[in-house]
């Protein structure tokens, strides 16, 4: 072989050895290259795996932990609906069994207090008719009182006595008067104050008697409130516009001989609480001791005199006439 063949093929050969060292050497790089870089991106791609695993992690956990809390609200928000609704269902029914009962207990206190109510109204009718029937008997006995001590008076003096005290029972202030002619003359009053002890200290004509001498005119009773008696008083005493006044006539044989006055002011000026039947008992007492007069005028056959009172029969002048003329 020739020698530059053999060169060349040593040359060859050197170079095939060479270059396959160097691929050798290049793919066991390229192989620790690959193996380094793929360790590389494993750990890259495991810590990045790791780390977006730990953030979904935590992303789930998160969210997780928003929805139990979210769901413990909820469960909340229902528990505490439904403790309020029991709450209040019991409450209600609490309520409605309380007020069914209050309802009970007021309609029995109410049944109760009617009950109580009216038996106090029964009691305090029958307490009022009681006390209005002891009034009744009361004004009845001390009317009748009255009627037997004028019907016990033995003389004409003594009638005009037992009227004025009857009618000093029954008015406020009263007054008995006898004509004297064309005047009048007191005879005994009360509830006049100092005018009491002094009756004949009134001596008046009969067209300044007020009420008093229209009662002797027209001989029947009169008061303040009848037409032109109005407001006037008894002549010898002052009386209010809005108090009324009574003038009842003695009449014996048809004369009036003497003037009973009463009125229902107190010493105080006030008048007494009415209803009250003190003018017709006054007219009563009137009318009866009218009536006695005439029985011991007829009785006596010898006209007694007035002075002459105290003594069991009638005495010279104690007759309707006599007291009609001035003594």
Same mark, same amino acid.
């Given at each position: 072989?020739?020698?530059?063949?053999?060169?060349?093929?040593? @040359?060859? #050969?050197?170079?095939? =050895?060479?270059?396959?060292?160097?691929?050798?050497?290049? =793919?066991?790089?390229?192989?620790?290259?690959?193996?380094?870089?793929?360790?590389?991106?494993?750990?890259? !791609?495991?810590?990045?795996?790791?780390?977006?695993?730990?953030?979904?992690?935590?992303?789930?956990?998160?969210?997780?932990?928003?929805?139990?809390?979210?769901?413990?609200?909820?469960?909340?928000?229902?528990?505490?609906?439904?403790?309020?609704?029991?709450?209040?269902?019991?409450?209600?029914?609490?309520?409605?069994?309380?007020?069914?009962?209050?309802?009970?207990?007021?309609?029995?206190?109410?049944?109760?207090?009617?009950?109580?109510?009216?038996?106090?109204?029964?009691? *305090?009718?029958?307490?009022?008719?009681?006390?209005?029937?002891?009034?009744?008997?009361?004004?009845? =006995?001390?009317?009748?009182?009255?009627?037997?001590?004028?019907?016990?008076? *033995?003389?004409?003096?003594?009638?005009?006595?037992?009227?004025?005290?009857?009618?000093? +029972?029954?008015?406020?202030? !009263?007054?008995?008067?006898?004509?004297?002619?064309?005047?009048?003359?007191?005879? +005994?009053?009360?509830?006049?104050?100092?005018?009491?002890?002094?009756?004949?200290?009134?001596?008046?004509?009969?067209?300044?008697?007020?009420?008093?001498?229209? !009662?002797?005119?027209?001989?029947?009773?009169?008061?303040?409130?009848?037409? #032109?008696?109005? *407001? /006037?008083?008894?002549?010898?005493?002052?009386?209010?516009?809005?108090?009324?006044?009574?003038?009842?006539?003695?009449?014996?044989?048809?004369?009036?001989?003497?003037?009973?006055?009463?009125?229902? @002011?107190?010493?105080?000026?006030?008048?007494?609480?009415?209803?009250?039947?003190?003018?017709?008992?006054?007219?009563?007492? =009137?009318?009866?001791?009218?009536?006695?007069?005439?029985?011991?005028?007829?009785?006596?056959?010898?006209?007694? +005199?007035?002075?002459?009172?105290?003594?069991?029969?009638?005495?010279?002048?104690?007759?309707?006439? /006599?007291?009609?003329?001035?003594?």
């Amino acid at each position: 072989m020739p020698l530059e063949d053999r060169i060349r093929s040593s @040359v060859d #050969q050197a170079l095939a =050895t060479l270059v396959r060292e160097v691929l050798e050497h290049a =793919t066991e790089e390229r192989d620790a290259a690959t193996r380094s870089a793929r360790e590389v991106a494993f750990a890259d !791609a495991e810590q990045a795996a790791q780390e977006r695993v730990a953030d979904a992690e935590a992303r789930v956990r998160a969210t997780m932990d928003e929805a139990i809390e979210r769901a413990r609200a909820d469960d909340r928000d229902v528990a505490a609906r439904e403790i309020r609704q029991q709450i209040e269902s019991e409450v209600g029914q609490k309520m409605r069994d309380e007020l069914a009962a209050a309802e009970i207990r007021m309609k029995a206190a109410l049944a109760d207090s009617e009950a109580r109510a009216s038996k106090a109204v029964k009691t *305090s009718v029958a307490a009022a008719r009681v006390r209005e029937r002891e009034l009744e008997m009361v004004g009845v =006995t001390r009317l009748l009182e009255s009627i037997r001590g004028l019907d016990g008076a *033995s003389s004409l003096s003594e009638v005009l006595d037992a009227l004025a005290t009857a009618a000093a +029972k029954e008015a406020a202030r !009263a007054a008995v008067v006898v004509l004297r002619g064309d005047r009048i003359q007191g005879w +005994k009053m009360s509830g006049f104050g100092p005018r009491d002890s002094q009756p004949k200290s009134i001596d008046l004509p009969l067209a300044e008697a007020g009420v008093i001498g229209m !009662a002797v005119g027209a001989a029947r009773v009169v008061s303040t409130r009848d037409g #032109q008696a109005a *407001s /006037a008083g008894p002549g010898f005493e002052k009386l209010s516009a809005d108090r009324m006044g009574l003038a009842v006539p003695v009449i014996v044989g048809g004369r009036v001989v003497a003037v009973v006055y009463a009125d229902g @002011v107190s010493m105080d000026g006030h008048e007494m609480p009415v209803p009250s039947a003190w003018p017709e008992v006054i007219e009563v007492l =009137t009318r009866h001791a009218g009536r006695c007069l005439e029985a011991l005028t007829t009785q006596k056959t010898t006209p007694p +005199k007035i002075h002459g009172a105290g003594t069991k029969g009638a005495a010279a002048g104690d007759t309707p006439a /006599a007291l009609g003329n001035p003594a």
